[in-house]
């Protein structure tokens, strides 16, 4: 099936993405974590889930091949259909999600529109044996080097400089020097470009 659409980003909205490949636009559904992360025009890559019904064939689309396991997880959950699994993914992430399975938290869960005490209760059950520990990532980013992050990213963007390229060299800079100023990442970056 298709794993995968990658092309122009014609529409964004935080229920769907207008994606043209070679002039034919791909309408999915996708989460708010997913919209969070597209920008606002350009090429994007999302990986999809089609969802075959007798009346319908949907595609959604995910920013990340996890997120999009997380979601075939959901959906697997008795109860839990399409649009509640896009639901869960829209208020909590993959990780998020992948905690509170683990962490046997109802009450994340009944935050989600759709979900109750007893539809939570079956998703940690039937989900905590096929969610490892090791699928969570752990946020190593302190806060301070997020933000110098994206200010340095939005100063790039500015200037011109494509984003998975400004991105991959801001990465490379903040390894190698964590504790990096604003003025100096964005320096390195575009000696890098």
């Known amino acids: 099936m298709i794993t995968h659409i990658e092309g122009v980003l014609e529409e964004k909205n935080p229920a ?42 949907t595609l959604f689309g995910f920013h990340s091949k996890k997120e999009r396991e997380m979601y ?4 697997s959950v008795s109860g839990i259909g399409p649009s509640t699994a ?21 009450a994340a869960f009944k935050q989600v529109k759709g979900i109750g005490a007893k539809s939570a209760q079956r998703i940690i059950v039937d989900l905590k044996d096929k969610v490892n520990k090791t699928d969570i990532e752990l946020e190593t980013v302190s806060t301070k080097d997020n933000t110098v992050k994206l200010e340095a990213l939005s100063a ?5 400089i494509d984003r998975k390229k400004a991105e991959a ?15 100096e990442l964005i320096k390195l970056s575009l000696k890098g470009a």
């Open 16 to 57: 769907y993405a207008v994606i043209d490949v070679n002039g034919i636009g791909y309408y999915l559904h996708i989460t708010l974590t997913t919209f969070s992360t597209l920008p606002e025009k350009g090429r994007v890559r999302l990986f999809t889930h089609l969802s075959v019904r007798e009346d319908a064939h």
């Open 72 to 75: 075939r997880l959901l959906i």
């Open 86 to 106: 896009r639901m869960v993914l829209s208020s909590l992430t993959a990780n998020e999600t992948a905690s509170a399975i683990l962490s046997e938290d109802v």
């Open 156 to 160: 790039l963007a500015v200037l011109g």
């Open 169 to 183: 060299n801001v990465n490379k800079i903040l390894k190698k020097s964590p504790n990096i100023s604003v003025e």
